[in-house]
């Protein structure tokens, strides 16, 4: 097993934030984020600031939280599982390839020939690479479909 160097920590680490960054551009009224209180939040409102900073307020909650503060991500993006693939109601698909697939949408999650995260629709290949969060997967879901994804 090869030791991990400093650098090597250092470039997981810088990973693992950029994979954490949420544009509020990215967001929509219906997106599902996490905060500090609560790990699945739908975005009611969002509110910019005079200085340019995010507010976002959440669907049966009383108290609205910065997207970042003082250099701090308050609301983070929900990283995209299989677990949020079915709850909302893609079914398993593809006898190949573990695919899931709802209204012509399909992303592959496990494959044999090195296939893993690629989406189609409509059976033509959209994105090569796996869409990271929840809030892309709807963005993207409404841009094809004219349709929201709800739970």
């Known amino acids: 097993m090869k030791k991990q160097t400093l650098t090597d920590i ?22 599902y984020v ?20 995010y507010c976002l307020t959440f669907l049966d909650e009383h108290s609205g939280y910065w997207i970042e503060k003082e250099g701090k991500l308050l609301c983070k993006p929900i990283k995209l599982t299989e677990d949020w693939l079915l709850k909302f109601g ?28 690629r989406v189609f629709f409509d059976d033509c290949i959209i994105q090569e690479t796996q869409t990271k969060h929840v809030h892309e997967l709807q963005n993207l879901y409404l841009a094809l479909t004219e349709r929201e994804l709800t739970i």
């Open 10 to 31: 250092s470039k997981m680490e810088k990973t693992q934030k950029k994979d954490n960054i949420m544009k509020a551009n990215e967001l929509r009224v219906g997106s």
């Open 34 to 53: 996490s905060h500090p209180r609560n790990d699945s939040a739908i975005v009611e409102s969002i509110q910019k600031s005079a200085q340019g900073s």
């Open 90 to 117: 893609f079914k398993y698909s593809c006898f190949k390839t573990l695919g899931l697939e709802k209204n012509g949408l399909r992303i592959i999650i496990k494959s044999t020939n090195d296939r893993s995260g």
